[in-house]
């Protein structure tokens, strides 16, 4: 990989406009397409910054239609979007899960949509606060945009409900460094003036995604991801396993009277479980035992405090059933 | 690699902020700040967005201070940078080399510098006409910026005399999608309120480049790329190494009369050597002799046309050795 004075080509060192990195490129847009069933009339960009850069990518390429937009905050990551959003127009949170301590997306019923808002934006799984949307919102003529950072290629959904998904590539897809819009193509041409020409959609979309030279090897190791999820047999396949290991974990965690998970039944993510035990002050003995079985980055997030079980595509159920394992052990002792 | 269901790391799944990765990423700017001599009171960042993303980056974290900025024009990508930074304030074009078709650079006698400018924009090397910077302008109390993306560590600089130096990775440093930047940190602080979150360079600084997740692949592989010039000898040694090179081409082009660089003399280029055929109905066959010798992308670009050979310092000696002996080959068959 490092061949400083070779004179073979790896992927790291291709001309992003050779047709070898062409090649590379155009195979991973359709295996995504067909992964994610994406219409056509959407274009796939692949770009840089991740979903905190699109944070103010999406409002500098979309809020200028109308200079408004809605946000719906169900936690910490959609609450930093609407945040970040302000800076480029009127930016309104529609609804929020705040009052309930984010335990629960708040139902569409309660919803104050603006129809003259360019988009309404949602996180579609929180990872610190663990609730996911296991539905798709409807918002009329409005298009919606989700962020899918972290619940990307976890399961089938419609992309023809949204008008925007983004998603960075490092939970579901591959290595960070890569970000995945898909966007509508009626949505582009509405950027700010103020819009890098690097973070364009449009100029983006009219250059595939090589207006700037794309992060080629983090492009390549998604477009691997890609295939790989396709010969497990495609999203049906990983939602399938996906809702097993979360159904092995929050079985436990409703049965204990040790361990709790306090998010609504309903809204619970498949991919991140944050609980806590009963008794904080056990808290440390509970870590450093995970540790000792090879089970690391339990620790949940400072805000929330409790434990953390992030279990993307990537975490085989067996390791889900060695959490279990550990927990129930763990109860046994000090329960 | 990608060890879908396995439970070992690597660089590509690590947290980002688990302490595996926090070590790489010193590491690599440790070994940075001596490869470069890079005094204190700068900071080193690990962005993304690319010299492409910098040209709006810049002038965003930048000319707030006085809301202008000077930008000397040398060729294609010194333009693009001053087109775009027009987005962000006001912006004059102190001196161009366009009248004498970007063959030199304008000599610092004939710069118009405003000195209530932010700051002085320059790009150290363009790629596509073959000129390059071989003396630090002097810009007085004026910061001066320099896009090196094309020659940064091909030789030793004096980092002090610079207030911002820029870099996408994929030239010198390694794979796309990491961008490195070098900021004096009396500069930080004055970004217009615009400025994504994410290419804030106080945010980033205050954050140790990880405000958000940073591009940790590739971040690693050019942290590799530090400690391997480093055994090499340092930049003293690339000098010597690029400047022999350099010298073997320019010198058989200047003998030629078949074929011809057109730089002047002071201006050329230690990266890219354009050149023409005197008789360009020849240039098909002489890229397709290339390519039966391996040797590929000596096409110019399309802006200048006829050839180009780009000898980063990744390319060895014996690369620019063989495409000599098949310069003077050629010329003997055709000339």
């Not at 629960?104 to 129809?115: G, Q, T």
């Not at 965690?253 to 619970?268: C, H, I, K, T, W």
């Not at 595509?313 to 059933?321: H, L």
Request: hydrophobic share 40%.
């Amino acid at each position: 990989m490092l061949d400083w004075h070779g004179s073979g080509m790896s992927v790291m060192e291709m001309s992003h406009r050779g047709p070898e990195f062409m090649g590379i490129l155009a195979e991973a847009e359709a295996d995504l397409r067909e992964l994610m069933a994406i219409p056509s009339g959407y274009r796939v960009l692949f770009m840089q910054g991740g979903a905190i850069g699109e944070n103010a990518i999406v409002p500098m390429n979309l809020i200028g239609r109308t200079g408004r937009a809605d946000y719906v905050v169900t936690g910490t990551w959609s609450e930093k979007s609407a945040k970040e959003a302000k800076n480029y127009g009127q930016v309104c949170v529609a609804a929020s899960g705040e009052a309930g301590a984010f335990r629960a997306i708040p139902p569409r019923s309660e919803w104050r949509l603006d129809p003259q808002a360019a988009y309404v934006h949602i996180c579609s799984n929180e990872t610190i606060g663990g609730v996911e949307f296991h539905w798709t919102p409807d918002t009329g003529d409005v298009p919606l945009v989700a962020d899918m950072s972290s619940n990307i290629l976890s399961r089938p959904i419609d992309v023809s409900r949204y008008g925007l998904i983004y998603a960075g590539a490092q939970k579901n897809m591959g290595p960070s460094g890569v970000t995945v819009v898909i966007v509508r193509e009626d949505l582009l041409g509405h950027a700010l003036p103020i819009t890098p020409a690097a973070f364009n959609y449009q100029v983006q979309a009219q250059n595939d995604s090589m207006y700037n030279t794309p992060p080629t090897y983090a492009i390549y190791i998604a477009g691997l991801v890609f295939k790989h999820v396709k010969s497990l047999g495609g999203l049906a396949t990983m939602e399938e396993h996906n809702r097993a290991k979360a159904r092995l974990l929050y079985d436990f965690l409703d049965g204990s009277r040790f361990f709790r998970n306090e998010v609504a039944p309903a809204d619970r993510s498949l991919m991140n479980v944050p609980f806590h035990l009963r008794d904080a002050s056990l808290d440390k003995a509970f870590l450093d035992g995970a540790r000792q079985r090879g089970m690391v980055q339990l620790k949940g997030h400072r805000i929330v405090g409790g434990m953390r079980a992030s279990i993307y595509n990537a975490m085989p159920i067996e390791g889900v059933r060695a959490l279990v394992a550990y927990l129930r052990e763990f109860e046994a002792a000090h329960g």
